[in-house]
């Protein structure tokens, strides 16, 4: 069976640090990969997503940047956080494009 | 712009009632509907979708409507027990993967 890794669990880290997520699936190949983001008090915002390694699409503008070096793993970066990244970063997979997504159990990311 | 809208931030219901959780989206592009389920300090997991050439899914105690005319979702679980207590997402999909979803909505079934 599928599953989907996401670490760290919880991250503090101070303004204008870096930032790094790691997120990998196992059990599929050339999933559809994608990282949202929780901010308090709102919904599931849709940060990037990938169809293939190397191929990233970016939704919003933002101080986060996203890579897929291998087929199954996808990085959340940042090389100066901002207190607006705070939040709850989900990293989610499908299979294929009429599936629907799977999420990890994310990580609360707090930047003080 | 939000596309997708919960327009109730929480829900209580007693258990063994209904409970009747809204969505509300406004691009009549999105072919399909999904809702999630989600515990603190989890992710969501996949509770249950529809296609817009349907109204209606149902599966066990969930059931989804889809009123394409008035851009209206719902959620209708019955009966509610204790164990569906979490926050609803409702998410809407021009295709497949990209997702858009609404703020949310906290249902507490009490006992």
């Known amino acids: 069976s599928q599953t989907i890794h996401q670490w760290p669990a919880t991250l503090v880290q101070p303004v204008g640090s870096p930032l790094s997520l790691e997120c990998t699936v196992e059990?599929?190949?050339?999933?559809?990969l994608y990282w949202y983001r929780q901010a308090a008090g709102r919904g599931l915002q849709l940060l990037f997503y990938?169809?293939?390694?190397?191929?990233i699409s970016s939704e919003v503008p933002q101080n986060l940047s996203a890579s897929r070096p291998q087929d199954r793993q996808f990085i959340l970066s940042s090389k100066k956080l901002l207190l607006s990244d705070s939040g709850f970063y989900l990293c989610?997979?499908?299979?294929?494009?009429?599936?629907?997504?799977?999420f990890g159990n994310g990580t609360r990311l707090t930047v003080t | 712009d939000q596309q997708v809208k919960q327009n109730s931030p929480s829900l209580s219901v007693q258990e063994g009632r209904i409970s009747i959780l809204n969505c509300d989206y406004t691009?009549?592009?999105?072919?399909?509907f999904l809702w999630y389920k989600k515990y603190p300090a989890e992710g969501p997991t996949f509770l249950i979708s529809?296609?817009?050439?349907?109204d209606k899914n149902e599966d066990g105690r969930f059931t989804v409507f889809l009123n394409k005319s008035a851009k209206h979702l719902s959620l209708h679980i019955v009966p509610s027990q204790p164990g569906d207590s979490a926050v609803y997402f409702c998410?809407?999909?021009?295709?497949?993967?990209?997702?858009?979803f609404g703020q949310g909505t906290t249902l507490q079934v009490k006992p």
């Open positions: 990938s169809v293939g390694i190397g191929q």
């Open positions: 059990g599929t190949s050339n999933p559809n």
């Open positions: 989610a997979w499908s299979p294929q494009q009429d599936q629907p997504l799977h």
């Open positions: 998410a809407a999909s021009l295709r497949w993967g990209k997702l858009i």
């Open positions: 529809i296609s817009s050439i349907k």
């Open positions: 691009n009549s592009m999105f072919d399909y």
